[in-house]
């Protein structure tokens, strides 16, 4: 089966712009999970979805960070305006269902430098 | 507070030899436990996981990883090191009903010729 498909692998911008990741899981996974990875630390969930609808948000920086999966298949993760300390690794990964018995999958995730 | 701790930011072995990473997390019941590699450049690979029944479970690649409830650890092993397993392993645990994974903050495996 094809895995995780994110876009772009790499991007470099300078603060205050704004950029956009894309993502497409699994066919037929429901949930959708993006993940931040700064340099020397584990993943950190920004935001989770069920289908279209969103499961946990509550570490996502609503000023500046936003997501959608508007036909519950693929995603788009926006930041704008973009901080320095935004610079990361951003995954996407997926799963059947979002229960704590289930299995991530995830992509090559999009890596962001801000300058 | 619910946590996942890998003591070891670095470790170094030499290929051919044994390795061991550790795995701790703080929970009173037992949780869903898993291991990643995160190769260079690359995503997260589940290596294996546990979710209930033999303490020890086998992964890919020639990993094992044992729970054991008494001293609160999943520790991963491999009899014998190859050069290709150089990367970032992460110990990731879902301890409570929200089913949110809690991951420690990755041991760097590095491979001596």
């Known amino acids: 089966e094809a895995g995780v498909a994110q876009s772009p692998r790499y991007k470099i911008i300078e603060k205050r712009q704004s950029v956009a990741f894309w993502c497409n899981p699994i066919?037929?996974?429901?949930?959708l999970y993006w993940y931040q990875q700064i340099l020397g630390q584990g993943p950190k969930l920004l935001i989770q979805f069920q289908n279209n609808g969103v499961v946990d948000d509550s570490q996502l920086p609503k000023d500046r960070f936003s997501a959608e999966r508007l036909k519950g298949v693929d995603s788009t993760l926006k930041i704008q305006p973009a901080k320095l300390e935004d610079s990361a690794v951003y995954l996407c990964?997926?799963?059947?269902?979002?229960?704590?018995?289930?299995?991530?999958?995830f992509g090559a995730g999009s890596r962001l430098t801000v300058l | 507070a619910q946590s996942v701790t890998q003591p070891d930011i670095h470790i170094t072995v030499s290929e051919g030899a044994s390795l061991e990473l550790r795995c701790n997390y703080s929970?009173?019941?037992?949780?869903?436990l898993f291991w990643y590699v995160q190769s260079p450049g690359q995503g997260l690979q589940l290596l294996l996981k546990y979710f209930s029944g033999d303490t020890l479970v086998q992964g890919i690649k020639g990993f094992e990883a044992e729970f054991k409830r008494s001293q609160s650890s999943f520790n991963l092993r491999k009899p014998s090191v190859h050069w290709s397993d150089a990367a970032e392993y992460f110990c990731?645990?879902?301890?409570?009903?929200?089913?949110?994974?809690?991951w420690g903050a990755g041991t760097k495996l590095i491979i001596k010729p």
């Open positions: 066919s037929g996974h429901a949930t």
């Open positions: 929970y009173g019941a037992t949780p869903y």
């Open positions: 990731a645990v879902v301890m409570d009903s929200n089913y949110q994974l809690i």
């Open positions: 990964a997926s799963s059947l269902l979002g229960t704590g018995a289930n299995v991530l999958t």
